[in-house]
Nanobody, 126 residues
Framework: QVQLVESGGELVQPGGSLKLSCTAF????????VAWFREAPGKEREFVAA????????HYADSVKGRFTISRDNAKNTVYLHMSSLKQDDTAVYYC???????????????????WGQGTQVTVSS
């Protein structure tokens, strides 16, 4: 059984920074695809960032490129999302997800992932 546990979401002012964590149980994150998605009220879940399998090159959505950084600590089996220069448009529930069979061309498609965390709320507001 695979379980993902996210943490770190909170209220932050525009321009601020935040770090989200996602710890995996039952799956080794260094050898599998792990991604961050977000879902704002009334909007479809959208891709944020990912590592494809053991490849160390990250993938980012254009909307967060240069502001967000995905990283992983293999010893802790944890993936992080470092967010900076936050905007009100970044307000959403952030989810991490993993899949062991996804292909590279589908990394940005939330429908291809088989395990999800419970989500953590990030609110950017003054």
């Amino acid at each position: 059984q695979v379980q993902l546990v996210e943490s770190g979401g909170e209220l932050v002012q525009p321009g601020g920074s935040l770090k989200l964590s996602c710890t995996a149980f039952g799956r080794t994150i260094s050898r599998t695809t792990v991604a961050w998605f977000r879902e704002a009220p009334g909007k479809e879940r959208e891709f944020v960032a990912a590592f494809f399998r053991s490849n160390s090159v990250p993938h980012y959505a254009d909307s967060v490129k240069g502001r967000f950084t995905i990283s992983r600590d293999n010893a802790k089996n944890t993936v992080y999302l470092h967010m900076s220069s936050l905007k009100q448009d970044d307000t959403a529930v952030y989810y991490c997800a993993t899949d062991s069979t996804i292909i590279l061309s589908s990394v940005r498609d939330f429908r291809q992932y088989d395990y999800w965390g419970q989500g953590t709320q990030v609110t950017v507001s003054s």
